[in-house]
């Protein structure tokens, strides 16, 4: 097994164990608890889980997603979050290496793993990661190369004012609200940690794998315009394709207008 083969799976491992962590607050977050006491458990009896079957992805595999202790089945969530999460870090290691780019972007990352389940299961995006998130953001702006603080404080602005707006907008033309503060304070976080730059590839590419995922949604369940799909995992989609292909898909589509007949 070659060297760098070998540092590969150890930074996957490294992932999958901090999404082992992940899965804590994704489940303690919007319930109020503390992501330190207790020690791990299982939802279910409440019975501690040893450090044995709490091996990312391979206990579950091993306990065929069961409780050892009551045999009750545990969601599938918990080995898609750590494998998630895993895979993000390797491919952040991929792109960075060992940098302080790739440990910045690995914070902001995780933090969106956990943003994005909680948002899906509860429909909110708890405070106490995104308004953190915008000053942490912030101030690692001061030691990643090409990324200036004005660059992450117009970020911070930008992202932050753009949904403002539309949802003062939207509450305007139909006196209901449309978007929640969770999500402008989400975008925020995004410019603080990407720069304004990242703004409107992440609205853009959001609102358009939302609108597709949210017709089609409507379309298999026969629901109206009223079904409520949360925001907060397409906007966390829109920051990682942004950091992974941003530059690449901007470029192209800047390139198309240089076509002849463009």
């Known amino acids: 097994m070659s060297s760098v083969l070998s540092i590969q799976i150890v930074v996957f491992l490294f992932g999958a164990v901090v999404g082992s962590f992940l899965n804590v607050c994704i489940s303690r977050l919007p319930r109020g608890e503390s992501v330190v006491f207790p020690a791990s458990h299982c939802p279910r009896c409440g019975g501690s889980i040893a450090w044995y079957d709490n091996v990312p992805i391979l206990s579950y595999a091993l306990l065929r997603g069961r409780c050892r202790s009551c045999r009750e089945r545990i969601s599938a969530q918990y080995p898609l979050v750590e494998l998630i999460n895993g895979l993000l870090t390797l491919f952040l290691f991929r792109s960075f290496g060992p940098s302080p780019a790739f440990l910045v972007l690995f914070i902001f990352c995780s933090a969106l793993v956990v943003i994005t389940f909680i948002d899906l299961e509860h429909q909110i995006i708890p405070d106490v990661i995104s308004i953190p ?3 942490i953001g912030f101030l690692c702006s001061f030691v990643i190369h090409g990324h200036s603080w004005q660059n992450s404080l117009i970020g911070i602005i930008a992202g932050g004012g753009s949904l403002l707006l539309v949802a003062y907008g939207y509450q305007w033309l139909t006196g209901k609200e449309g978007m929640g503060g969770g999500d402008i304070k989400l975008l925020a976080m995004m410019g603080a940690f990407l720069g304004w730059r990242s703004v409107p590839f992440i609205i853009f590419s959001a609102s358009l794998v939302g609108s597709v995922i ?18 907060g995992p397409f906007l966390a989609f829109g920051a990682i394709l942004y950091i ?8 192209w589509y800047l390139s198309l207008g240089a076509l002849p007949g463009g």
Not at 244 to 251: A, D, E, H, K, P
Request: avoid cysteine; charged fraction near 15%; glycine fraction near 14%.
């Open 244 to 251: 992974f292909y941003g530059n690449r898909i901007i470029t």
């Open 214 to 231: 949210g017709i089609s949604l409507m379309v298999a369940r026969g629901r109206d315009a009223k079904l409520a799909i949360p925001f």
């Open 133 to 135: 998130g915008i000053v």
